[in-house]
C-alpha cells in the first residue's frame, strides 16, 4: 500500500514536471512572437519586474526574518540575476534567428551543460558514461549550427540563433549550480524572487542607457498579455512548480523530462509558425 502511495504521489509529481515542460516551450514561442514587437532587454525588463512583484508577497516574511544573510550575500544574488537575466535576454534575442524547434533542441542539452560546468568548476570527476552523454550532445549542437551543411563548416558559417541559445543555456546551467549553493539559507520562491529584482535593476539601467524603451510606447492588450503570460507562467509558475518537483523525486528523474523540450518544441514549431523539419534535426 505505500508503495502504491508513492507511485501515484509520483504520476502527480511527472505531470507537474510535463506542466513544466509545456510551459516552457510554450515560453520560446511567446517569446519569438514579442521578439518582433520590442526589443528583448525591454521585454526582459518588463518580464522580471513583473514576476518580481508577483513573489515579492510569498518571500517578504523570509527576507525579514532572514535579512542578515541576505546583505551578507547581496554580491552573490547580484550574479544570480546577472545569470538569469542574461539567459533570458539571450533566449528571446535567438528565436528572432533560429526556429522555435531548434532553440528547444539546444535547451535540452542543459543537464549535460550542467555536468560539464560542475566538472570544470569544483574537479568533480566525470564517469566515462556522462562523458559520452557530454559528447553526444555536443556533436548534436554542432551538427545544428553548421545544419549538416559541408559549406558551412568549411566556411565556419554558424546559425546564430542557435548559437545564442547555446550561450544562454550555459548561463541557466550557471544559475541552476550557484542558486542552492549559494542560498542555502532560502526558499526557492525566495531564491527566485531576488534573483528577479537584480534581474529587473541590471535589465533596466541597460534600457534606460541604450534607450531602449521606446519599443513599449505603443503598446497594446495583446503584447502586455504576452509579457504577462511570460513573468507568470514560464518564468514564476513553472519555475517553481521545477524546484519542487526536484525536490521531491530528486534531480535525475526531474532532468529525464527536459527530453520533452525538442517534442514539445517540434509540436509548436509546426502548429504556431509553420516551420520546416530538416533531416540535421534528427
Known sequence: MV????????????????????????????????????????????????????????????????????????????????????????????????????????????????????????WRRISLTQLSGIIMAAVGILVLLFEMDIVNIIDLSLNRGDLLVLFAVFLYAAYTIYATRWLYWASATTIMFLSSVIATLLLGLLCFFL?????????????????????????????????YSVARVGPNKASAFINLLPLLGAIWSLLFFGETLYSYHI
Open 3 to 122: 508503495e502504491m502511495r508513492q507511485l501515484d504521489t509520483n504520476r502527480g509529481i511527472y505531470f507537474l514536471l510535463f506542466l513544466v515542460m509545456l510551459s516552457w516551450t510554450l515560453g520560446i514561442v511567446v517569446a519569438k512572437w514579442v521578439g518582433t514587437k520590442a526589443s528583448p532587454l525591454e521585454i526582459s525588463f518588463w518580464r522580471w519586474m513583473l514576476a518580481s512583484l508577483f513573489l515579492f508577497p510569498f518571500s517578504a516574511r523570509e527576507l525579514c526574518v532572514e535579512r542578515k544573510l541576505l546583505l551578507r550575500d547581496i554580491l552573490k544574488i547580484i550574479f544570480l540575476g546577472l545569470f538569469i537575466a542574461g539567459g533570458s535576454t539571450l533566449l528571446i534575442l535567438s528565436v528572432q534567428f533560429t526556429s522555435v524547434f531548434n532553440a528547444s533542441l539546444v535547451s535540452a542539452v542543459q543537464p549535460a551543460a550542467t555536468l560539464l560546468l560542475v566538472s570544470l568548476l569544483f
Open 211 to 243: 534607450d531602449a524603451f521606446y519599443s513599449f510606447v505603443d503598446v497594446n492588450i495583446t503584447l502586455a498579455g504576452a509579457v504577462l503570460f511570460l513573468a507568470l507562467i514560464p518564468t514564476a509558475f513553472a519555475t517553481t512548480l521545477w524546484n
